[in-house]
């Protein structure tokens, strides 16, 4: 588990860095990022194919996407960007790990400050990563985030979660 727990802390520091393409290097080609959206007070949606998501990406290629379009600041909302800082806790395994799969828990907040409203906003949840070792490299599979506070004042992208 701490080669997992250290690729998530890893995954965070590149975001808050602004390393993008060492953030898209800790992903898999086939990879899953997802962030479902509450139906009530306590049920999330299930099926990203068929309910609402506030982020959902089936491949790699919609995450390189979106850095691209930050990149060449084809983004109006997210410029100027904002500036983050991510705290990653309470890492634990979901179940036992194989010798090619991980599957955790953590507990995260982001810390987001938005330059151009002067605004600061704290966003927190879970995350779920599925981890699959591929080609000697532990890559994430599957990135499931789940927002606690769902109330969004402003712009909401991956980079704040």
Known sequence: MAIGAELIQREALHL????????????????????????????????????????????????????LRLRTQKSPAASPLARTTHLIGGVVAKEPPTSSRIALRA???????????????AFFGVAEHELALRDDAWLIQRKKVVLHNDYIPTMLDFYCI
């Not at 953030?23 to 049920?43: H, I, S």
């Not at 507990?107 to 906003?121: A, D, M, Q």
Request: glycine letters at 2%.
């Open 16 to 67: 808050d860095a602004r390393r993008w393409d060492d953030w898209l290097a800790l992903y898999a080609q086939d990879c899953e990022y997802w962030v479902p959206t509450w139906k009530d007070n306590e049920e999330l949606t299930s099926d990203p194919s068929l309910e609402m998501s506030y982020i959902y990406y089936a491949s790699r290629a919609g995450l390189e996407d979106r850095v």
């Open 107 to 121: 507990n995260w907040v982001c810390h987001v400050y938005f330059p151009r409203l002067k605004e600061s906003h």
